[in-house]
């Protein structure tokens, strides 16, 4: 008898144990579907958002732009120490692919480059945005941008 109670018992915790799982697991994915679809930035995605054409196009972009060599000729012209310069950027890729929320982070150094960092990612067209639970959702980037000033 004690042999039966104890498997009765064994098997109704098994049994309980695996309904708290699955309503765990329902709880998780109502939770996750819900971030997807919100302004709120979930801190796990799927996938991350993204230049469209991955870095190739992205460098191809910024060595093609006259934002990037003016930025630099300016900044010469203004007697700005040799050297080279990263502006940290973090900007917002909303769900549409739009940029949005774009500031500088760390060190300034004056001379233009700040608001040509700013300007080279704002103008850069749409992006990939990122993905949750298969929708489109917003993400956050931190991108260097390096600008050498290099006299002969």
Do not use: C, H
Not at 113 to 129: D, H, M, N, Q, Y
């Amino acid at each position: 008898m004690k042999r039966l109670t104890f498997i009765a018992l064994l098997a109704i915790s098994s049994i309980t144990a695996l309904a708290q799982t699955e309503a765990e697991a329902k709880r998780l994915a109502d939770a996750r579907a819900y971030y997807a679809k919100s302004d709120f930035v979930y801190p796990y995605v799927d996938s991350a958002p993204a230049y469209p054409g991955g870095l190739e196009k992205w460098n191809k972009y910024v060595t093609t732009t006259t934002i990037f060599t003016d930025a630099v000729a300016k900044a010469k012209s203004q007697n700005m120490p040799n050297g080279v310069y990263t502006v940290m950027l973090r900007f917002a890729i909303n769900p549409d692919g739009t940029i949005g929320d774009v500031k500088t982070m760390g060190r300034t150094y004056g001379y233009g480059l700040e608001e040509a960092a700013i300007k080279l990612v704002k103008e850069s067209g749409k992006w990939t945005p990122a993905n949750i639970e298969g929708e489109a959702a917003k993400g956050f980037i931190q991108m260097p941008i390096r600008f050498a000033i290099l006299r002969d």
